[in-house]
């Protein structure tokens, strides 16, 4: 499978920005994604990236792609206690709708 | 209104037996998608299908087996051969494109005792 990679734990402080970070290693993603998991649940799709956009902003959240680098971006402006969670970043492989998925970055906010 | 229900939301196994996960799906997703998660390791594919009575191994699909007899329905059993089923197991499905993303049921959490 493809390599996704993300760091364990971030902790912020509420209101706060939190910056959640990922890398790929498959240049033929097509897209990226970002979910969020709260504790016992499934995961919810919080937003997602074609391979040929910079930048995606949708209310407090914004995603920065390097394709260069292969390096995807999460930010979060004015975190709360409720975006804590564990977020994953995950690539569309290329083949039909296999998605790879990082072990997820748990967000700690500190109120 | 549409969505992935996954039952029951918590399963306690004997050691040697098997046990199926139930994952049902109104969305008319054509692809359905079986992920096992555990502390620290992400999600890791077990099995996937992409039409009714088709289906393909993902990465760690020994001692798991899966049916699609119907579009709706894609069950997982953990057999007895599968030698640590503890985990929390995800169920989730997709469109044909699946551009759109995986819309992921609740989880089952399964524990052998």
């Known amino acids: 499978g493809e390599d996704v990679e993300q760091s364990l734990f971030l902790s912020v402080r509420e209101g706060d920005s939190s910056v959640i970070n990922c890398t790929y290693t498959d240049s033929s993603s097509t897209y990226l994604y970002w979910y969020k998991q709260e504790p016992g649940a499934g995961l919810q799709l919080l937003t997602y990236?074609?391979?040929?956009?910079d930048m995606k902003q949708d209310q407090r959240l914004t995603v920065l792609l390097n394709k260069k680098d292969k390096h995807l971006s999460l930010r979060i402006a004015d975190t709360q206690t409720g975006d804590s969670a564990i977020y994953f970043c995950a690539e569309k492989a290329d083949n039909f709708n296999k998605f790879y998925f990082g072990s997820g970055t748990k967000l700690n906010v500190k109120p | 209104d549409g969505g992935i229900t996954q039952s029951p939301k918590y399963l306690f196994r004997k050691e040697g037996q098997n046990v199926t996960l139930s994952c049902e799906q109104n969305?008319?997703?054509?692809?359905m998608y079986w992920y096992r998660q555990d502390p620290g390791q992400g999600l890791r594919l077990i099995y996937y299908?992409?039409?009714?009575?088709?289906?393909q191994k993902g990465d760690i699909a020994e001692g798991y087996s899966v049916s699609r007899e119907k579009k709706e329905s894609f069950p997982l059993t953990v057999t007895s051969a599968q030698k640590n089923p503890t985990a929390f197991y995800l169920c989730?499905?997709?469109?044909?494109?699946?551009?759109?993303?995986?819309?992921f049921g609740s989880g089952t959490r399964l524990t052998v005792v």
């Open positions: 969305l008319n997703h054509d692809a």
């Open positions: 299908s992409q039409i009714v009575n088709d289906f």
């Open positions: 990236i074609f391979s040929n956009m």
């Open positions: 989730a499905s997709s469109p044909w494109t699946g551009t759109e993303g995986y819309t």
